[in-house]
């Protein structure tokens, strides 16, 4: 079906983002294949909405790119080129000064922050560019499936500016300070094979696979309970976060009294 009701037509159709519901899945596609899908703040503001306003019984979110990539990145024209309309450019994030900038940038961090809420499992579907915020978007996912043309790339530096999607602290965990460093200051392009080997990737298949590989694994998340697979998203970021592993214990031990309980309670239902 199609997209809810809740979530303006406008402001979606304003960032170049689709959004089909079916059932327990979300399909979020970037949807500007004549500029290789590249964001720009209205992108963001779509995005945030779907992630605020999307129906809680969906338990998967799936997010890829129409025609031949991911997301190419920032549009080009934010850099201070020809305007945008109604979008704030670069140069008018600096002038807003250091408190204002901020709080801007803030929000459209909320576009991808969401994507990483355990209340749902996130799957980026990525083929050919994935270049600065395009790769940030797919970083924000749990899994990623990639096409064995995909060129991931975090191409900020070279330009002056720092990621600042959310990107740095998930790359960091997948590859590890050193790599990330490295594949941060050179701007190089990363494929598949190289991403599946360093963790960037959870599998790569053949572009003409892409999809029949994320719907086979959207069936498999969606076996287990929904609270089980909550609960476990959750322990395991609390790991990724550093916790001690007394503190990880503690955590494991109340996740599960939580899941008895609901499977207690799910028991006597099914007896009445």
């Not at 159709?13 to 290789?36: C, I, Q, S």
């Not at 990525?126 to 899994?143: E, Y």
């Not at 602290?169 to 991403?195: D, K």
């Not at 599998?203 to 076996?223: E, K």
Request: glycine residues 10%.
């Amino acid at each position: 079906m199609s997209a809810p009701t809740t979530i303006d037509a406008d402001v979606l159709k304003r960032g170049g983002v689709r959004l089909v519901v079916d059932g327990p899945r979300a399909t979020v596609t970037l949807d500007r294949p004549d500029v290789l899908n590249a964001q720009t703040p209205s992108t963001w503001v779509a995005l945030r909405a779907i992630g605020a306003q999307l129906n809680p019984d969906v338990r998967v979110v799936v997010v890829r790119g129409s025609g031949r990539a991911f997301s190419a990145g920032l549009d080009r024209r934010m850099f201070g080129g020809a305007a945008v309309e109604g979008e704030p450019g670069l140069p008018e994030i600096s002038l807003r000064g250091p408190e204002g900038g901020a709080a801007l940038i803030a929000e459209f961090q909320e576009g991808f922050r969401w994507l990483r809420d355990p209340d749902r499992v996130t799957i980026a579907a990525v083929h050919g560019h994935a270049i600065g915020a395009g790769f940030q978007l797919a970083l924000a996912c749990d899994f990623r499936v990639v096409a064995d043309d995909v060129r991931f790339s975090m191409a900020e530096t070279s330009l002056g500016l720092v990621p600042d999607l959310g990107g740095t602290l998930p790359l960091v965990r997948l590859v590890g300070y050193s790599r990330a460093a490295e594949i941060c200051l050179t701007g190089r392009r990363v494929g598949g094979e190289e991403a599946l080997r360093i963790g960037l990737a959870n599998s790569v298949v053949p572009a003409d696979d892409l999809d029949a590989a994320v719907d086979d694994l959207v069936a498999r998340v969606l076996r287990p309970m929904p609270g089980a697979v909550r609960e476990t998203l959750a322990l395991l970021a609390h790991a990724a976060a550093g916790a001690s592993e007394e503190e990880q214990l503690l955590a494991e031990r109340a996740a599960q009294v939580r899941r008895l309980a609901e499977l207690t309670a799910l028991a006597a239902r099914t007896a009445d």
